[in-house]
């Protein structure tokens, strides 16, 4: 069966960090670019950031650049989303996202709000 779960969200205070994590399964995580998207209350969902299947290429919405950093560990089948100077806006729910030259596999989400 073929999964993506996230996890790593939370109540943030803004200015904090959280890491996200995607955990991939069933699926050829090498053959994957992987993204990050977030949707947040009232609004479309967006791409905040995304690695190529080799690793090599990154690209990162202009609103996170510079405080967002995504990675990924083909050992352990799992993208990462460091997200460090979280403001209020960043508040959201973020997805993962497995993009192949067929399939287009979505994870259900995780909570991020950042609030004092």
């Known amino acids: 069966q073929v999964q993506l779960v996230e996890s790593g969200g939370g109540l943030v205070q803004p200015g904090g960090s959280l890491r996200l994590s995607c955990a991939a399964s069933?699926?050829?995580?090498?053959?994957?670019?992987m993204n990050w998207y977030r949707q947040a209350p009232g609004k479309g969902r967006e791409l905040v950031a995304g690695?190529?299947?080799?690793?090599?290429?990154?690209n990162y919405a202009d609103s996170v650049k510079g405080r967002f950093t995504i990675s990924r560990d083909y050992a352990k089948n799992t993208v990462y989303l460091q997200m460090d100077s979280l403001k209020p806006e960043d508040t959201a729910v973020y997805f993962c996202?497995?993009?192949?030259?067929?399939?287009?596999?979505w994870g259900k989400g995780t909570l991020v709000t950042v609030s004092s």
């Open positions: 069933g699926l050829t995580f090498s053959n994957y670019a």
């Open positions: 996202n497995a993009q192949g030259s067929i399939y287009n596999i």
């Open positions: 690695i190529d299947s080799a690793g090599n290429r990154l």
